[in-house]
T-cell receptor, first 117, second 110 residues
Framework: GAGVSQSPSNKVTEKGKDVELRCDPI?????LYWYRQSLGQGLEFLIY????????KSGLPSDRFSAERTGGSVSTLTIQRTQQEDSAVYLC???????????????FGNGTRLTVT | GQQVMQIPQYQHVQEGEDFTTYCNSS?????IQWYKQRPGGHPVFLIQ?????EVKKQKRLTFQFGEAKKNSSLHITATQTTDVGTYFC??????????FGKGTLLTVNP
């Protein structure tokens, strides 16, 4: 079936504007993750959803960042009053389940490249 | 939260040479996953190790999980230009958060 879909693929915004990033996970996947990757850097954990609830929001960099997930499916990551340091690739990933002896693999989308000018 | 150290940060090899990247944790891991990210791409799952001392092979790639489940390695035999990319390990916290190592960027000179 279809993979994880993220939109937009690219977003250029002016400093101070709000942006909304969307993630459509693979159908049936209950776990959904948001990561941020700056150029040439590793993956910075932002937030994780199990169903519609977010057991771990510890990675959100500031209160300008928020995320929600509705219907156990689509998730949106919102960044308010964007700053230049928010420029990065925002990656969404979903997996079938978590827990047990091992987690299911994460399936990543192609990411949204955010540039704040 | 769960922390994992990955070394080296960069590795440049001649085509045909071997390559190894290591992940180390100060605490016992429940499992470890490995991902590959090609330049300009997104991370792609390679494998998951769960058992102490586990060794798994995928063609020229060999994955090992330490006996104490605190370290893991990925070894590539006779690298090819198609192996270029960043290799990440990822470990699970008690609350099922998946934390990635900083990755090892592999470049291969043809």
């Amino acid at each position: 079936g279809a993979g994880v879909s993220q939109s937009p693929s690219n977003k250029v915004t002016e400093k101070g504007k709000d942006v909304e990033l969307r993630c459509d996970p693979i159908s049936g996947h209950t776990a959904l993750y948001w990561y941020r990757q700056s150029l040439g850097q590793g993956l910075e954990f932002l937030i994780y959803f199990q169903g519609n609830s977010a057991p771990d929001k510890s990675g959100l960099p500031s209160d300008r960042f928020s995320a929600e997930r509705t219907g156990g499916s689509v998730s949106t990551l919102t960044i308010q009053r964007t700053q230049q340091e928010d420029s990065a690739v925002y990656l969404c990933a979903s997996s079938r389940r978590t827990g047990g002896a091992g987690n299911s693999p994460l399936h990543f989308g192609n990411g949204t490249r955010l540039t704040v000018t | 939260g769960q922390q994992v150290m990955q070394i080296p940060q960069y590795q440049h090899v001649q085509e045909g040479e071997d390559f190894t990247t290591y992940c180390n944790s100060s605490t016992t891991l429940s499992n470890i996953q490995w991902y590959k990210q090609r330049p300009g791409g997104h991370p792609v799952f390679l494998i998951q190790l769960v058992k102490s001392g586990e060794v798994k092979k995928q063609k020229r790639l060999t994955f090992q999980f330490g006996e104490a489940k605190k370290n893991s390695s990925l070894h590539i035999t006779a690298t090819q230009t198609t192996d270029v990319g960043t290799y990440f390990c990822a470990v699970t916290s008690s609350n099922y958060k998946l934390t990635f190592g900083k990755g090892t960027l592999l470049t291969v000179n043809p």
